[in-house]
């Protein structure tokens, strides 16, 4: 398996384990002092503000992802697709995304940005 290859692995891995809520698995794909960027919250630094977002902030109780394609270039792995399931205040939702990961020398993730396909303006 190339490095390339592997990369993309590691990026489905986190949507399988996101999906099944389990999030030490999901914390141990980021690097310590990894920075996630997600639209409607301030940049993510570091394990300790994964896990609060994760655990307590994030507004998904229940879904599954669908991933459309990923493609891998050098260290940087992009993925669109769907997601479907359910919000904590018992809201249906089905939205479109694009994720872009960059994966530090370790394999795991050193950065993320997050996209979702919905009116904003």
Do not use: C
């Not at 489905?12 to 960027?37: K, T």
Request: net charge negative; no cysteine; aromatic share 14%.
């Amino acid at each position: 398996m190339t490095a390339e290859n592997s990369d993309i692995a590691s990026v489905l891995r986190y949507y399988e384990v996101v999906d099944a809520d389990d999030v030490p698995a999901l914390i141990d794909l980021f690097a310590p002092d990894a920075v996630y960027y997600r639209p409607g919250y301030p940049p993510m630094r570091g394990h300790a503000d994964l896990r609060r977002f994760y655990v307590d902030e994030r507004v998904i109780a229940e879904g599954h992802h669908s991933i459309a394609s990923a493609v891998a270039d050098g260290n940087r792995v992009a993925t669109h697709g769907e997601f479907a399931g359910t919000l904590k205040d018992g809201q249906k939702v089905e939205l479109r995304f694009a994720d872009f990961f960059e994966l530090g020398p370790d394999g795991r993730f050193a950065r993320r940005d997050t996209f979702f396909f919905s009116p904003a303006v």
